[in-house]
């Protein structure tokens, strides 16, 4: 069974962004505001709406996607705390709706209703929510809910301990994603979503959370940011830092995915991240649409990479599914509910 | 020849701290301000301070160093633009003296006395001392004066244009370097400094700067960040956005070192960037300082790397030597006047 982990729902249906325009015009012109939050969406339109990801997910041999809101969507920094929780109970119940319409393609994920300056205990409502009432596996959490400020406290201050100790309770990971940027220096998906990874990835070096919280689950992104690609950089600061090697400082915890969008970094992944850590996906239909004219694929079929890779059929299998399934164990709790 | 283009004066006397220490109390209290920028430092306390670098430089078989002011030291977000520009000037005069003491050893760049919200043009005057009077041979411009808050504008904004006027009437380079960073959530060598390489590396992606300045030189350290990492995916993006192929788009212009502290790293870097693109750099003695117990050598002893790489004899020699002369052409004429 090949499970993508990391896809967002990129091809909403124009309904969705209607709202959100009266939404956030409703700030500036109380007029304006949407009259509902039924936006009206027929379940027709919404299996319409993820065809594009369906006929990718059956042309490329996927089975599964993990699937949660736009990232760049989230945009936690836009309007106020309300502002945030009335889109973001929205956009998870319509992933909530997609994944009930189509279970056997998709899982959900949720984002949460993070605000700049706002404690993330605020979120645990919403937390709770996705997970107990939506079955969802897991959670997107934006490490720097202000936008490219980068305003809060960094992931592994006390600050963010509430949402910890519910992530435990609940047996769920967390994906650590940033969301759109309103910094001019960082452009979108080229530097934020990279720079969010390895960002989060140093916080984790730098203190002992998973001291603190033996069960926590993290998944970085984008192949770890720069992570592997500096991997013998951050052994050797956590080394300098007296911090215990990497393998039991953190990777215990902390999960990358496979979106490296060509074979040279997948193989660099591989060969210095151990096989446990690794979980395939694509983030497919995402931040690169395009074909590469060297392969004759796109981009994000990160698919081929990993069947090209020279692993043993058990390590493959790790990374295409039994490492989701450790990660993620509600989502194997319900793969074994419907016997697979 | 084995030039190193990327070190830094790490293992500066104690004068030089304890001036700085006087010259920012200074801002609290006048009263505390250095009596004079003469630090008393003797010819022999300088040579004396570097024996680190030149014994590793020995010993890992290096010969020339390209030298700068400590990066972390730059500070460029701390106090005021005329502490900026005095302290700036004190580093670069050491810089310079220590290069005319080993002129085997150790060759030239500078700092500029940047400021946050201040225009880049204000460092003309110094990049020309620099150049004209001191002989340096490129300089570090930080693309986020700010510290770690990126409240500048981007590189390709024309704010930056009239720095990049003169780096290419002076025809020297510039290696793209942060400092340190005063923004809890960026470790300095950990974070802040491979998002710099990333971020300043999208941003050229972005723009069109080279089609202003078609001789404009750009150095990216730390291996590119994690561009070469995330290669396919940047081609990618540029491609999406309608860009040229970036070996047209920036690599007639820009430039990534070998500042990756492990093989596997190394070894994406020269699989995925042109090695005409490739400048030999260690970053010695720097940012990680241990030895790798899986290797018995240093982390940052990059030479060790390359020479492993399956390399012609002509490529190892552009990566060691000949890009080197050729991105730096007033590093060339010097040594052509020493007859190397």
Not at 128 to 147: M, T
Not at 184 to 202: E, R, S, V, W
Request: include cysteine.
């Amino acid at each position: 069974m090949i499970i993508d982990i990391h896809g967002h729902y990129t091809t909403e249906p124009q309904a969705l962004h209607t709202f959100r325009d009266k939404q956030l015009a409703g700030l500036a012109d109380s007029a304006r505001k949407p009259g509902s939050t039924d936006l009206g969406i027929s379940d027709e339109t919404l299996v319409k709406s993820v065809e594009p990801q369906l006929k990718f997910q059956k042309e490329r041999g996927g089975d599964l996607t993990i699937f949660s809101p736009r990232a760049g969507g989230m945009a936690h920094h836009v309007g106020t705390e309300a502002i945030s929780r009335e889109w973001t109970t929205i956009c998870n119940d319509l992933i909530h709706r997609i994944c009930t319409l189509l279970p056997d393609s998709f899982v959900g994920v949720g984002q949460l209703p993070q605000f700049p300056g706002v404690p993330p205990k605020n979120c645990i409502p919403e937390l709770e929510r996705i997970v107990n009432k939506l079955g969802f596996v897991g959670v997107n959490l934006n490490p720097d809910p202000s936008g490219g400020m980068w305003t809060d406290p960094p992931l592994i201050d006390k600050y963010w301990y509430p949402i910890y100790e519910k992530l435990c309770e609940l047996d769920v990971p967390a994906m650590i994603h940033v969301s759109s940027s309103c910094n001019p220096n960082f452009h979108h998906t080229g530097a934020h979503y990279i720079n969010g990874d390895t960002t989060a990835f140093m916080q984790l070096i730098q203190g002992n959370l998973f001291k603190d919280f033996p069960t926590l689950r993290f998944v970085i992104p984008h192949g770890g940011g720069a992570a592997p690609y500096h991997w013998g950089r951050y052994r050797g600061l956590a080394q300098d830092m007296k911090r215990p090697l990497l393998k039991d400082h953190l990777l215990k915890n902390v999960f990358f995915d496979t979106c490296v969008y060509h074979l040279p970094g997948i193989e660099l992944l591989a060969k210095v991240i151990p096989v446990d850590n690794i979980l395939f996906a694509s983030e497919m239909v995402g931040a690169v649409k395009g074909i590469d004219p060297e392969t004759g694929h796109h981009y994000d079929d990160t698919k081929r990479y990993v069947d090209l890779l020279r692993l043993g059929e058990k390590d493959r299998e790790k990374i295409f599914e039994g490492n989701a399934r450790r990660v993620y164990p509600r989502l194997d709790a319900l793969l074994k509910k419907r016997k697979k």
